[in-house]
């Protein structure tokens, strides 16, 4: 090993190695070289980590969220004063294109930490007055919460939720995922000097079956918020369960663009391109089933297939780029064989749906051509299995109860798309999909006030806006009799 990175994990207010003093390689997905060496952390870090916090819990609780917001602000101003760093950490260790970790994955990482540090300050209860009672809530902290991030947004989803549960006066034990760990443990350095007491933020390093599973299996860490695999989730919600934990689940999509003959045609061809192979496919978000009405079907395919053969391939670092690499070996190897089974179900493959190899310095990286494949059934592994990868399938619908039919017809429920210029159809087709989200003539157009989440398999629970700072505060009632009425 030996790279030119040694991630440590910070607890305490501390850089710190793992108690088993090992560690495992980072690769750099686009080169398919490591540079970093990355703690593989165990029970006995944890237990470091959760008497840091609790030790760092009363004064956290006691600073008040203005003290609170003010702190985070300034994680933020750090984080923007060094956000080229960030966004080259980003790229590496995850294989997408520079200029997304520009325009996206930094930017709305500072922009979480700054919205909930201010979030933090309207959190508040509630008051109910009888004839006989008075009665009020208070919202307060747990004491020590957990969150689990995983690798396709790294710093976006890990700061998406860590801030919630700081504002909400909380301290934290985060793991971000072992594939993608950089700029957590970046932002973890700078902890100290935005102000944070020591042991309140603490960030432990590892693989999700040691670490993770030891963090979530903990009893002093009574809630956890985790985004992730489905198969994950529900071993963390299981495991929850036995010793009543309060579990936010943020898992995978199958999700459905509609786009009906009525639509406004450049935009839903480009709109289903960027919701199908953004970030190489890898957003729990992404659009991997585009349902086409009837009428347009073939034309619609066609620009398509060609918008989406002509799509930049390569080199992260270009700017030119849209789509760079996947993020580790297993995981192209995974979206490799599920174009095999694609194939094997009968599916016909209109463009890419091979590895790409790119000249250069990315000769061994991890990309794949972006693909869309037509003639499969909805009840086929391909049309109900999240791929997680550069991978569309289009099926052509009749009417608006077909496309309702095929959009509803898997497991998952977290997003959708629709595509129409008849305001009421949008409005109508909207209330019927099942899923936590819908956009109408877009597609990932976020605003951090709104519920995010998912139905059926893709989740429990939604985050954003106060419900996020909700979810890490238990609520008390605390009544007395009306004195004023008395
Ligand atoms: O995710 P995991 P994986 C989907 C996507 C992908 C599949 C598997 O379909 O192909 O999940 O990806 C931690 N206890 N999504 O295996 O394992 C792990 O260390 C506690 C959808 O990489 O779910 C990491 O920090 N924690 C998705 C985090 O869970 C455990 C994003 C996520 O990893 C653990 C990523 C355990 N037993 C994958 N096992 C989305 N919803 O956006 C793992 N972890």
Redesign the pocket.
């Known amino acids: 090993m030996a790279n030119g990175i040694k991630i440590q994990n910070f607890i305490g207010g501390q850089m710190l190695p793992p108690a088993s003093g090992e560690y495992f390689d980072s690769i750099n997905p686009a080169i398919a070289q490591s540079f970093a060496d990355v703690p593989d952390s165990d029970a006995r870090d944890l237990e470091l980590a959760v008497t840091a916090a609790e030790k760092a819990f009363p004064a956290w609780r006691g600073m008040g969220a203005e003290k609170r917001a003010a702190i985070m602000h300034k994680l933020a101003d750090l984080i923007e004063a060094n956000a080229e760093r960030f966004i080259e950490a980003e790229c590496m260790d995850n294989g997408k294109p520079l200029s997304l970790c520009a325009a996206v994955d930094i930017p709305r990482a500072i922009a979480n930490l700054r919205f909930f540090a201010d979030a933090g300050k309207l959190l508040g209860g509630n008051t109910y007055e009888s004839p006989g009672s008075y009665s009020y809530t208070l919202r307060q902290p747990f004491g020590t919460v957990a969150i689990?991030?995983?690798?396709?947004l790294p710093l976006l989803?890990f700061t998406w939720k860590l801030a919630p549960a700081l504002a909400a006066g909380n301290c934290v034990i985060a793991?971000?995922?072992?594939?993608t760990p950089l700029t957590a443990f970046m932002l973890s350095a700078f902890a100290n000097e935005a102000g944070f007491p020591k042991g309140v933020l603490n960030v432990l390093h590892g693989?999700?079956?040691k670490i993770?599973?030891a963090?979530?299996q903990h009893p002093r860490t009574p809630a956890i918020s985790?985004?992730?695999?489905?198969?994950?989730?529900r071993?963390?919600y299981s495991g929850g369960a036995k010793l009543l934990k309060k579990v936010s689940l943020?898992?995978?999509?199958k999700n459905p663009t509609v786009v009906f003959d009525d639509a406004d045609f450049a935009k839903a061809v480009t709109g289903a391109k960027m919701a199908g192979f953004t970030n190489q496919g890898q957003?729990?978000l992404c659009g991997s089933r585009v349902l086409v009405q009837d009428t347009i079907y073939e034309k619609f395919r066609d620009a398509l297939v060609k918008e989406a053969s002509d799509m930049s391939i390569g080199d992260p670092l270009q700017p030119d780029i849209l789509l760079g690499a996947l993020v580790s070996k297993a995981?192209m190897e995974?979206v490799l064989s599920c174009l095999d089974i694609a194939e094997q179900e009968g599916g016909r493959i209109l463009t890419g749906g091979r590895r790409k190899i790119v000249p250069g310095r990315c000769a061994e990286g991890y990309f794949i051509e972006p693909t869309i494949i037509e003639g499969l059934p909805l009840h086929c592994r391909t049309n109900q299995e999240?791929?997680?990868g550069p991978v569309v399938t289009l099926m052509p619908f009749r009417d608006e109860d077909e496309a309702i039919r095929l959009a509803n017809g898997t497991e998952y429920g977290l997003a959708a798309s629709i595509w129409t210029e008849d305001a009421a159809r949008g409005e109508r087709v909207a209330a019927r999909i099942d899923s936590g989200i819908v956009w109408v003539n877009c597609w990932n157009m976020r605003d951090l006030r709104t519920p995010f989440g998912g139905m059926k398999n893709s989740g429990v629970g939604r985050e954003g806006g106060l419900r996020a700072l909700e979810f890490f505060t238990e609520e008390k009632t605390v009544s007395r009799p009306n004195a004023a009425k008395a």
């Open positions: 689990i991030s995983p690798w396709n989803l793991k971000p995922s072992e594939v693989r999700g079956p993770g599973a963090i979530t985790f985004t992730g695999g489905t198969a994950t989730g071993e963390i943020e898992l995978g999509g957003i729990c995981h995974k999240e791929i997680f």
